[in-house]
């Protein structure tokens, strides 16, 4: 959306002239009482209903490319909201300005305006300010469609980018702002969640950072460990000084406070927090304050995609962090670590909201048919008794002895049945799990693969997500409607059956993809953009005009 600075911008705001001889400054039109103008004579005095102006039939024939601007302009008798001499109207333009302006301290591209000022340059008659006006709605369009739900479409960016961004009706947000405060309106448009609020203020941190030349030298290569001096513990010790996790000091020996603040760095990266300097360690450390930002900006444009009520209660799963979370009221109630998808095009977890309707006790595996054609077709080609624990079920749900089938014969199109493991402790789904039904067949699940909980990084599933702790998790959620949930679900479970069980009170999920996270008392937590989308996104939004940028800058 970049084109045009905002410093030419303003340049262009020069004195023309109005049909009549009406002297017009379209600063003033722009700013109006902020700028100390008193009387401007924008528009014509009322006229008779049915008599149509010069400027009504200019705003109708410039809305008319727009089926919003036109339906509301036609429901407002096509009078002007923006160009016209009173108090309102200044309000409505000095807001929509101060906005424009500050666009880019929110994250936002800096916006094209050379068609409000071709528009501006040209007012020399009713029907060219009619062409303003319309010029200016359409801004304000542009502009609260962007702050509220994100300059970006994510389903084009990335096939993982499943989520329904909560558009707002654009003629309900434009009839609304003229009823409203336009300053409060504007500001209301923004996302409320605290996140928001804290990474606006984090994005600012790091700007001055930038300013002042970023973290200094970068830690060489190597493995740093409690007890080690030399030069590269020099360079660790003065990053963790520059980034806030060490106290200044002299010394060039690894000792135990520079343990500490390894130890801090890596909970807040998303490390194993063994106070060792590592690979791992020393390439987080190494990343830019730019970079850092990327994500930051990122992050503020995935705030406005999920601009909504996320539930009171809701369960909140980051995919880059590897955890599933229950939020009560802004407060973590409960937490495990999770595995998501596979890094792999087909694997790969998506991210979207709904909502956990029940759980499945002793559940059985519904193999699904990509993992059944293309893992297990091919095994049982080989083999026909290769995967044995799968029963395989016909069209009619009959169960098919395997001795008669030769397994060559079908292909991934034609293969005609159904393979489902029966509950058991070895089941791929565990004991138990949490449905939230989507056309994406993902769910929460325990899993009989618990050693793979202990590693740094946890993408290993088909999409779905294991969870470490899972009866602690149905405990958490059944406590709502129980008075003994330890109970409830152990009886369910002793009777190795499949069960379900409904919550009475539906939770929100949300699978989220956030490699920048605010701390709520300050600072940020980071993540490994381990799917590549961020980079992606990044991509897009500096497309747009997005960039980093210094505070003054």
């Not at 300005?97 to 050379?114: F, H, I, M």
């Amino acid at each position: 959306m970049i084109s045009t600075p905002v410093s030419r911008f303003l340049a262009l705001l020069s004195p023309s002239s109005l049909a009549g001889g009406t002297r017009l400054s379209v600063k003033a039109l722009m700013l109006g009482a902020a700028l100390g103008t008193s009387a401007l004579t924008l528009a014509p005095k009322p006229v008779a209903a049915q008599q149509v102006s010069a400027l009504m039939q200019s705003i109708a024939e410039a809305a008319s490319s727009s089926k919003v601007l036109s339906e509301f302009y036609r429901a407002n008798g096509y009078q002007p909201i923006f160009a016209d001499n009173s108090a309102r109207a200044k309000a409505r333009r000095q807001a929509l300005l101060r906005a424009v302006l500050d666009a880019p301290e929110k994250g936002l591209a800096p916006y094209d305006t050379s068609l409000l000022e071709a528009n501006l340059r040209a007012i020399k008659s009713d029907r060219d300010l009619g062409r303003a006006e319309v010029a200016m709605a359409s801004l304000f369009l542009d502009y609260a469609r962007d702050v509220q739900t994100g300059q970006l479409i994510p389903s084009k960016i990335d096939s993982g980018l499943v989520r329904q961004v909560p558009y707002r009706d654009s003629l309900q947000t434009l009839t609304n702002f003229t009823k409203s405060s336009p300053q409060s309106y504007l500001r209301s448009l923004e996302p409320t969640s605290p996140e928001y609020a804290r990474l606006l203020k984090e994005k600012v941190k790091l700007e001055k950072v930038i300013a002042k030349g970023g973290w200094g030298a970068t830690v060489p290569t190597g493995k740093y460990e409690p007890g080690q001096s030399g030069n590269g513990v020099i360079a660790l010790r003065n990053r963790l000084i520059a980034m806030g996790y060490l106290s200044r000091s002299a010394t060039s020996t690894y000792d135990a406070n520079m343990q500490k603040a390894v130890q801090l760095f890596q909970m807040q990266h998303g490390l194993t927090s063994d106070g060792v300097a590592g690979q791992s360690t020393i390439s987080e450390l190494n990343v830019s304050p730019e970079d850092r930002m990327a994500s930051i900006l990122v992050a503020l444009e995935r705030e406005r995609w999920i601009n909504m009520p996320r539930g009171d209660r809701h369960i909140w799963v980051n995919l880059t962090d590897f955890s599933a979370k229950i939020i009560d009221n802004g407060r973590v109630t409960f937490e495990t670590r999770s595995v998501v998808g596979m890094n792999a095009h087909d694997r790969r977890s998506p991210e979207f909201s709904d909502v956990m309707e029940h759980m499945v006790i002793n559940p059985t595996w519904n193999v699904p048919r990509s993992i059944a054609v293309k893992e297990y077709l091919p095994m049982m080609q080989k083999n026909p008794s290769a995967a044995g624990h799968l029963r395989l079920v016909d069209a009619r749900g009959r169960t098919v002895s395997r001795e008669n089938i030769d397994f060559t014969t079908y292909s991934a199109s034609s293969f005609p049945f159904n393979l489902k493991q029966p509950p058991s402790n070895s089941n791929a789904l565990g004991l138990v799990k949490f449905m939230f039904p989507n056309k994406y067949n993902i769910y929460l699940h325990d899993t009989p693969a618990k050693s793979l909980f202990g590693r740094e990084v946890r993408a290993y599933s088909h999409g779905c997500i294991r969870l470490q702790d899972p009866f602690d998790f149905a405990y958490a959620l059944l406590a709502k409607q129980t008075n003994d949930p330890v109970g409830l679900f152990q009886s369910k479970l002793k009777t190795r059956v499949e069960t379900v069980v409904p919550l009475e009170k539906q939770v929100p999920v949300h699978l989220v993809y956030r490699t920048a996270v605010t701390l709520p008392k300050g600072g940020m937590e980071y993540r490994r953009d381990v799917y590549g989308r961020d980079a992606k996104i990044w991509s897009a939004l500096q497309q747009q005009g997005v960039q980093v940028g210094t505070v003054g800058g």
